[in-house]
């Protein structure tokens, strides 16, 4: 059984990306149970089961048969390295495009369970929502509920985005492609070089670099961007992008360009729910002119008000259906920082006496280039259960620990003087009630 991919999706195909979820767990656990969650959620997504074919001049979802579907796999070590190995761990060319691990500790008390996604058949809110998928089975089996979950309704084959896209003039789609090109070629964004040398660059790996704020911290952050007006991916997008001019020499402006996702889901025909696994995202990119004494905020209103004039208008649909033509073009896509950004997403819910510590989504690829010599700086947003969090992804054989680190400190200390710049809201503890979680 077979499902042809569409000219957007095939884009995914070289690309050897995909979405690495995972859950730091504390308490007891069933393996039993969590195996078949699994695959009673891979049964009702056959995307997951399946591996990339040829398919005439472009490719196709192929179903695996059961011997060659994806299980849970589990075995005991230390949490860091199990999540630092699965990481650099590609999901096999001619494989399934999901893979399932936990990693427990010698005294059993103590799990890491790391999902993995091929984004051909994956986008962020998808694996956020199959991550907590998955759980919402193993909570439901654990405590013997009888009632069916929520992928029992989910249909099997997802129709690609390139299908449900809302009709538009193609000659304004022809007009809008002209337009990107000519405005990619006036205005190049900068890239940040990297800093390893091919001499040190001998066993390149992925590692992560994260920034994380607490509860306060991130709703101090919150509180500074309505008072300036912009959403708090805007105040982040305008931290990376100051950051990254420091990273360049010279005292003048540079044109640096940053790179924005943007959820299709709600304007599809029809909307297609979160838990369909199909990549239903496209991008936003704008260059603007960054000097080593730019005001963050400045930057911030500059970049939210050009993201939001895009999403108001039919720009998104009009990106998507560019989208093959970025092979040919690759400067339609190319900016200094790429910022993704998944907003508030819920963490999974577990049966008593199982805890989630810590939850991260954090993309990875299989290519990375080295040779070229720079390259934009990714940093992966999301706040799980009120507590932002940034990840920043990176090669090693391109950039080095110290840079990223480095890099990872002056977007915190741009963000914690926007936090900073309100005053902190007393919580529930501090007035004597019960501890809360902001909204």
Same mark, same amino acid.
């Given at each position: 059984?077979?499902?042809?991919?569409?000219?957007?999706?095939?884009?995914?195909?070289?690309?050897?990306?995909?979405?690495?979820?995972?859950?730091?767990?504390?308490?007891?656990?069933?393996?039993?149970?969590?195996?078949?969650?699994?695959?009673?959620?891979?049964?009702?997504?056959?995307?997951?089961?399946?591996?990339?074919?040829?398919? +005439?001049?472009?490719?196709?979802?192929?179903?695996?048969?059961?011997?060659?579907?994806?299980?849970?796999?589990?075995?005991?070590?230390?949490?860091?390295?199990?999540?630092?190995?699965?990481?650099?761990?590609?999901?096999?060319?001619?494989?399934?495009?999901?893979?399932?691990?936990?990693?427990?500790?010698?005294?059993?008390?103590?799990?890491?369970?790391?999902?993995?996604?091929?984004?051909?058949?994956?986008?962020?809110?998808?694996?956020?929502?199959?991550?907590?998928?998955?759980?919402?089975?193993?909570?439901?089996?654990?405590?013997?509920?009888?009632?069916? +979950?929520?992928?029992?309704?989910?249909?099997?084959?997802?129709?690609?985005?390139?299908?449900?896209?809302?009709?538009?003039?193609?000659?304004?789609?022809?007009?809008?492609?002209?337009?990107?090109?000519?405005?990619?070629?006036?205005?190049?964004?900068?890239?940040?070089?990297?800093?390893?040398?091919?001499?040190?660059?001998?066993?390149?790996?992925?590692?992560?670099?994260?920034?994380?704020?607490?509860?306060?911290?991130?709703?101090?952050?919150?509180?500074?961007?309505?008072?300036?007006?912009?959403?708090?991916?805007?105040?982040?997008?305008?931290?990376?992008?100051?950051?990254?001019?420091?990273?360049?020499?010279?005292?003048?402006?540079?044109?640096?360009?940053?790179?924005?996702?943007?959820?299709?889901?709600?304007?599809?025909?029809?909307?297609?729910?979160?838990?369909?696994?199909?990549?239903?995202?496209?991008?936003?990119?704008?260059?603007?002119?960054?000097?080593?004494?730019?005001?963050?905020?400045?930057?911030?209103?500059?970049?939210?008000?050009?993201?939001?004039?895009?999403?108001?208008?039919?720009?998104?649909?009009?990106?998507?259906?560019?989208?093959?033509?970025?092979?040919?073009?690759?400067?339609?896509?190319?900016?200094?920082?790429?910022?993704?950004?998944? +907003?508030?997403?819920?963490?999974?819910?577990?049966?008593? +006496?199982?805890?989630?510590?810590?939850?991260?989504?954090?993309?990875?690829?299989?290519?990375?280039?080295?040779?070229?010599?720079?390259?934009?700086?990714?940093?992966?947003?999301?706040?799980?259960?009120?507590?932002?969090?940034?990840?920043?992804?990176?090669?090693?054989?391109?950039?080095?620990?110290?840079?990223?680190?480095?890099?990872?400190?002056?977007?915190?200390?741009?963000?914690?003087?926007?936090?900073?710049?309100?005053?902190?809201?007393?919580?529930?503890?501090?007035?004597?009630?019960?501890?809360?979680?902001?909204?």
């Amino acid at each position: 059984m077979r499902r042809a991919l569409c000219p957007v999706e095939t884009l995914y195909v070289g690309q050897r990306s995909r979405a690495v979820l995972s859950c730091t767990l504390r308490g007891r656990l069933d393996i039993e149970t969590l195996s078949a969650a699994f695959d009673a959620v891979t049964e009702a997504h056959p995307a997951l089961r399946t591996r990339i074919v040829p398919d +005439g001049e472009g490719f196709a979802l192929d179903l695996l048969d059961e011997a060659g579907r994806p299980r849970l796999s589990t075995r005991t070590g230390a949490a860091e390295d199990a999540y630092a190995t699965e990481l650099n761990r590609p999901l096999p060319v001619g494989g399934p495009l999901s893979r399932a691990v936990l990693v427990s500790a010698p005294e059993g008390d103590g799990h890491l369970f790391v999902l993995s996604v091929d984004h051909t058949v994956v986008d962020g809110h998808s694996g956020i929502a199959l991550h907590n998928e998955i759980w919402d089975r193993y909570r439901a089996l654990a405590e013997g509920e009888k009632r069916p +979950g929520a992928a029992d309704s989910t249909p099997g084959w997802a129709v690609p985005v390139s299908e449900l896209l809302p009709a538009v003039d193609e000659a304004a789609t022809a007009a809008y492609l002209e337009l990107r090109a000519a405005e990619a070629r006036r205005h190049p964004a900068e890239l940040v070089a990297y800093d390893v040398t091919e001499a040190s660059a001998v066993d390149g790996r992925i590692e992560v670099c994260r920034l994380t704020l607490d509860e306060e911290r991130t709703g101090r952050l919150r509180r500074s961007a309505r008072t300036a007006g912009v959403s708090v991916h805007a105040l982040v997008a305008a931290a990376l992008l100051t950051t990254a001019r420091r990273c360049l020499p010279g005292d003048g402006p540079r044109t640096l360009g940053c790179l924005s996702p943007v959820d299709l889901r709600s304007r599809l025909s029809p909307p297609v729910p979160a838990l369909v696994m199909v990549p239903a995202v496209t991008t936003h990119l704008q260059t603007l002119d960054v000097a080593p004494e730019s005001d963050p905020v400045e930057l911030a209103r500059t970049v939210h008000a050009r993201l939001r004039d895009f999403v108001a208008g039919d720009g998104p649909c009009h990106e998507m259906r560019i989208t093959p033509e970025i092979p040919r073009n690759p400067t339609l896509q190319l900016a200094t920082v790429i910022a993704t950004n998944m +907003g508030v997403a819920p963490g999974p819910r577990l049966p008593k +006496g199982l805890e989630a510590t810590d939850v991260r989504l954090v993309p990875a690829r299989e290519q990375y280039f080295p040779a070229a010599g720079r390259s934009p700086v990714m940093a992966c947003v999301v706040a799980f259960e009120g507590r932002l969090a940034i990840e920043f992804p990176y090669f090693t054989a391109c950039f080095s620990p110290a840079f990223v680190r480095a890099f990872r400190d002056g977007v915190r200390a741009v963000l914690d003087a926007c936090a900073d710049a309100v005053e902190p809201v007393p919580t529930a503890a501090d007035r004597g009630g019960s501890p809360h979680r902001p909204l």
